[in-house]
């Protein structure tokens, strides 16, 4: 069990940094949008809030088992 939890956790972490590195620059919306906190979510933001989460989460599940 605990190999298949580090497994997914550098299988998250790889995936994670990918995602990261694939979103647009902020410093080019923030000029156009004055009020960024109403933009609505992209796709690939509330992607990288679910592998951010699923990360945290099989990253406590390994701490309890271990």
Same mark, same amino acid.
């Given at each position: 069990?605990?190999? #298949?939890? %580090? %497994?997914?956790?550098?299988? #998250?972490?790889? @995936?994670? +940094?990918? %995602? +990261?590195? #694939?979103?647009?620059?902020r410093?080019?919306?923030?000029? *156009?949008?004055?009020?960024?906190?109403?933009?609505? *979510?992209?796709? @690939?933001? *509330? $992607?990288?809030?679910? +592998?951010?989460?699923? $990360?945290?989460?099989?990253?406590?599940? $390994?701490?309890? +088992?271990r």
């Open positions: 069990m605990e190999n #298949l939890l %580090v %497994v997914a956790l550098v299988a #998250l972490a790889v @995936i994670m +940094i990918v %995602v +990261i590195l #694939l979103q647009p620059d410093s080019q919306g923030l000029a *156009k949008n004055s009020n960024v906190l109403d933009q609505e *979510k992209e796709g @690939i933001e *509330k $992607f990288t809030e679910y +592998i951010a989460a699923a $990360f945290l989460i099989v990253a406590v599940l $390994f701490q309890i +088992i």
